[in-house]
């Protein structure tokens, strides 16, 4: 199957994203680790990208978009893939499906993770990273440590970073509403959209977009 992975910030694309592929047994290929591996590699198209990164500017879209077709291009992708992160916007959406047009290949499905924008603001906002180990994370609901501001793991000080405050958290959602969000109905428009609900545990979001996937939309 190929598959667009699209949800607002703190939605739990990544998470969803790295279970499905593997139910699937499709890769997954994320904005992040394509821009990674492109830049650490000394890739012409990493290069390109890294030149506009230092320079403090947005990457432009044909340089993403040559990232992502030459990965899916790779004999592991042969048998579909699911993108998380791309496409961003709905320019990016007609650049990938003119892509996938002249490689022979269609998306199967754009699967479209729901969630009320409060609680997106409530998952980010409330999330604290310990000092010492940033693979350290809690919750002040959802996985409270049990003493406030202290981590249980290594007695390291929480804190909160500046990209998960409220007024952060809001401001990636705008961004989000006027940029990606309109990706949906550009889909919507191929039938190719799964509406998924994304609350509750990890498990049971994965089952929903299985069950979902599996029997049509």
Request: aromatic content about 6%.
């Amino acid at each position: 199957m190929r598959i667009v992975l699209v949800g607002p910030p703190g939605a739990g694309k990544g998470t969803q994203a790295a279970y499905l592929a593997k139910n699937l047994v499709i890769p997954h290929i994320s904005t992040g680790d394509l821009f990674r591996a492109n830049i650490s590699q000394g890739t012409d198209l990493g290069k390109q990208a890294k030149a506009f990164m230092d320079a403090g500017e947005l990457v432009p879209d044909e340089v993403t978009i040559g990232m992502a077709r030459d990965r899916m291009n790779q004999p592991d992708a042969a048998g579909g893939f699911l993108l998380d992160g791309f496409p961003r916007n709905v320019s990016q959406a007609e650049a990938l499906d003119e892509a996938l047009k002249e490689d022979g290949v269609t998306l199967d499905a754009v699967l479209d993770l729901e969630v009320p924008e409060e609680e997106v603001v409530k998952r980010i906002a409330g999330r604290r990273i310990c000092r010492n180990d940033s693979s350290h994370v809690f919750h002040v609901t959802y996985s409270a440590p049990k003493q406030e501001g202290v981590c249980d793991v290594c007695g390291g000080e929480l804190y909160q970073r500046d990209d998960d405050s409220e007024e952060t958290v809001r401001k990636r959602l705008e961004v989000y509403h006027t940029q990606t969000e309109p990706i949906i109905d550009y889909y919507k428009a191929q039938d190719l959209v799964v509406t998924i609900p994304a609350l509750g545990k990890v498990e049971e979001v994965t089952e929903r977009a299985m069950a979902a996937l599996q029997g049509g939309k």
